[in-house]
């Protein structure tokens, strides 16, 4: 069966047994949004033990905060007792809860109206007490309460705010950009560096993310987050995120925040990148982009292709989508002139490029033992050459680089 049935099951014996049971959150949004998707959470009125009692098959994985997770058919879903938070210390997590509320007091303690809404699937009934359905309507982003408490008791829910403003298109609130321009310098220490990643990485899949990014300098929050944008004018990081919506698809969100710092070293650019805590393999793209981008200016520069330089660059797995956008930084045109000039490049030497992709060099050190040469620094330097020769003169026929590479000072002190 489907997640949507299985979770109407649920709801279904929760209610049954004489609970209360709703749909909850963000599946409820999307759902009045004309998203519906998979991802469903249920809230009722039974405590963690009753629903365990009712479900042979749970794991209790948040008794603090009345969570248990409900396996049925192989689908995971998330039962939380209806609950107020109290006594929020940290600005991320409420100290104590509150079990056995009712369903308008767990929607008052969420974060914002159009993530407060329940739904009935067995009435096809929406209970929406805070108004999320209205603000959807308008397309406005709204804590549920006082701004100020709401984001001094979750200091995450700013990133947030401006995540689902990214995704739905919405704006936020005017009382809600005050609250976070007074708020933003408490961001930190209360949220970690990680959730702070966590969030880019959601925002910048959504179609809105330049304009996130605007609005988070110009609210004050941006620069908590990156102290190295201060004297960055809020036109000049316009015209820095412009290029966002010609990007490829599958841009990791490494190369989106760098497009930040246009002016910044790598070496700054790869703190910056640790200080959010993202991952080697983001440190990695960001080397290799670096790389990419100097060879594309070397070239422009002295009207010179290294077609021994661009097989490697080309062998790389994410060469394509760093030259594509690199096309899209230019012109904001994918077919710009800078795309196509290595696109027929690598048509032109696309044989090597496979060759170092398989590691199956046209002339290998076993080759060249068989000619006499003996393994060592000259023999190095010799695979260097050859590697050069071959793809610098298109040749495909070991006899003819082999004709060449004895030509070359190194031979005979290899020998």
Sequence with gaps: MDALTLATTIVKKLTRSGYIAYFAGGWVRDYVMGHPSEDIDIATNASPSEIMDLFPNTMLVGLAFGVVIVIVEGHQFEVATFRKDLNYLDGRRPQSIELSATPFEDASRRDFTINGMFYDPLEATIHDFIHGREDIQKGIIRTIGNPHERFLEDR??????????ARFGFSIDLDKQQAIKENAEYLFPAVAAERVWQEFNKMSAYPRFDQAIVDMHRLGLLVVIFPEVKNLHLNDLRHLVQSYHHFPANVPTILYLMELFPHRSLEEKIEISKRLKAANRDIKLLEFFNELEKTVQRDQKEQKIDKQKWAHLFAHPDCQLCLSLLAARDS??????????????????????????????????????????????????????????VINEQLQQPELVLQKLTNHPSWKEAQ
């Excluded at 995450?156 to 403003?165: I, P, Q």
């Excluded at 994918?334 to 795309?339: F, G, Q, R, T, V």
């Design 332 to 389: 904001g045109d994918k077919d710009a002139k800078i795309l196509n000039r290595y696109r027929q490049l690598f048509q032109e030497i696309k044989t090597h490029v496979d060759r170092i992709k398989e590691g199956k060099p046209l002339i290998s050190a076993a080759f060249l033992q068989q000619q006499g040469i003996k393994p060592g620094k000259q023999m190095g330097l010799l695979l260097k050459e050859a590697e050069k020769i």
């Design 156 to 165: 995450l829910r700013m990133l947030r705010a401006f995540r689902f403003a």
